[in-house]
């Protein structure tokens, strides 16, 4: 059976990693199988890529060496036509060079990429080419290194010990210092390697959110043991908005989120440092384990004091169709008068409040006794994202272990997109007073 000729057979490599050719990676497999077995019996096929990162659009996303080599290996496959697509907003990182090289690649795959590169850089940073061009490189060369994936839902955080260490952030930093120095007398080259660095001030802020607290995080422990906000971190913040604005950017996330909205939601966290409460850094047992997709510090995440934004990606935990268990140990026996959780509600990215969440306390870890429920008190229908707490105040009981048991409701309702598909939940700070 082979296609008609009217009939364009459609390819999405939306699931593919993008640290290494698709002809290459082992990850890529199936997407290969698909592309190759459709090659065999049809001539008519349109591939629809991805180039940028887009759950965060103002991110370091060093994918420009596999470009060449999956347009080739497109064309290869009997590929007519391509959609590549890269950032509908003004301001991605390195937009304007990831276009030029997509442009130039589809209309001759095999072009010399590095001269065109090198022959953009020249044009568009004058005497700041050669230091862009080795931050380029080194941040491709780190990635290469760390066998990491490089996938277009991802975030700064996932590299943190790859090609987005703080080691290589600074290095990365004192090239952009360099850059920078070499067009001072230049005001519209300045400004284009200013917007170049944006990256990693985007970067940096989001890895202190992960952090959360100590070197690198977004509070420190001041001279009278009282949390603080480090010097640099209001500073970045500013100067990355300001930036944005004066370039036109309008979006760091795909489909919301303005750099003033971004900054407003970041202060709002540096109003909130971290929480002190009876189970802030005991251990917590889950029952099931969280989503390794979303898999924050770990358990830790839930009693660390840090309450999440309102990003599911950092400092929430995620359970995909369950229900769970958490099991927070107090280390010893204490008085307990109140126990809250917090959930976060997405629903365009199938994220549900939990139908209700059962409280319980314990002495021994074995025999438990109920201190309360939580029922849901928010309509399911609710757009945007928010966070709802879930709490039970008691009577002061004697106890050491604390119980939160929490009903998902499973599935998407009816009316949703993911009708009958699992949703998630994502919880965060376990509070115990």
Known sequence: VRPAENVNIVLCSIECNRSLPIADDPSSASFRKDTEDWAKICDNILVWDYVIQFANLVSPFPNLRVLQPNIRYFVENHSVAMF?????EIGGEFAELRTYLIAKLLWNPEADVEALMDDFLQGYYGGARGHIRLYIDRMHDALEASGQHLNIFGNPNGPVEGYLSPALIKEYNGLFDKAEAAVKDRPELLQRVEAGRLPLHYAMLEQAKQRGTGEGGMFVRGAEGQWEVPAGIRERLELFTRLCNRQGVTRVTEWHTTPDEYQEGYLKLLERPPLEHLARGKKVALNPPFDSKYPADGEETLTDGLRGALDHSYAWLGFEGVDM?????????????????????????????PERVRFAVSEDGREFVDVGVAESRVDERKGGIFVESFTAEFEAVEARFVRVRVESRKSCPNWHIGAGSPC????????VE
């Open 84 to 88: 590549q697509q890269g950032n509908r």
């Open 325 to 353: 268990e958490g099991v927070v140990d107090l280390e010893e026996v204490t008085s307990v008068h109140r126990v809250s959780a917090d959930f976060l509600q997405a629903s365009g990215s199938w994220i549900f409040q």
């Open 424 to 431: 998630w939940i994502f919880v965060d700070e376990l509070i």
